[in-house]
């Protein structure tokens, strides 16, 4: 079993739609990452949070470390927004574990 | 553009070869990370310098090793190449020590071992 488990594995939207994507993980943490890989492969960091909640347009991360879980959301998605969204924890001397990210594609 | 700069972009090889990937920082930024991304494994970390010195190691083989350079770049070494090393390579930086910091990602080396 994976430490970081990220679901839905892929996930199809039309344009508008509110999308969550899920990341639990079975480790202790410190801090999470979420990232954004895009078709052509270059990765953008979007979140690093270690409690609460944060916002940077229309992407919401949240974090709850007693239940080890974070969710990703996206308001009104758009098919700018389709990319592999990875979540990463920051476990024991602070290396990045992982998830096997969320394929999202968002259709007009 | 994150400000991280990673050369070559594609490298070809054949198995049992040694290759280099660099990887240049973004300006002011201390901390260089290696992380590998196959098919297979997903994006693992391999490796962490900081200011010079080694400050953290994941899933690196012993056939590979790096380096961070006086003028903060970064050098990532593999030797004896197989071909399940075949993967995207990626470099990312940030200005402190730890992982706590947002990550710029270079824009990966491709490699290919035939």
């Known amino acids: 079993k994976n430490e970081v488990e990220q679901s839905p594995q892929n996930l199809t939207a039309q344009e508008g739609e509110f999308i969550t994507i899920n990341c639990s993980y079975s480790?202790?943490?410190?801090?999470l990452h979420w990232l954004q890989q895009h078709p052509g492969g270059g990765i953008v960091s979007l979140f690093m949070l270690s409690s609460g909640k944060k916002k940077h347009g229309r992407l919401i991360a949240t974090i709850n470390i007693q239940e080890k879980h974070s969710s990703l959301h996206i308001t009104a998605s758009h098919p700018r927004d389709s990319a592999v969204y990875i979540c990463?924890?920051?476990?024991?001397?602070?290396?990045?574990?992982f998830g096997t990210g969320t394929r999202l594609q968002v259709f007009p | 553009d994150s400000g991280v700069t990673q050369t070559p972009k594609h490298l070809i090889t054949a198995t049992g070869q040694r290759v280099t990937l660099r990887c240049s920082p973004r300006s002011g930024d201390l901390s260089v990370y290696w992380y590998q991304q196959s098919l297979d494994q997903g994006l693992q970390f391999l490796i962490q310098y900081y200011n010079g010195e080694e400050r953290a190691k994941g899933n690196i083989l012993e056939r590979f090793s790096a380096q961070q350079f006086p003028d903060l770049h970064s050098e990532l070494n593999l030797s004896s190449l197989e071909l399940g090393d075949s993967a995207l390579y990626f470099c990312a930086s940030s200005v402190d020590r730890g992982s706590y910091e947002k990550l710029f990602f270079g824009s990966g080396t491709q490699l290919s071992v035939l």
């Open positions: 480790v202790g943490i410190s801090a």
């Open positions: 990463a924890v920051i476990g024991g001397t602070d290396k990045l574990i």
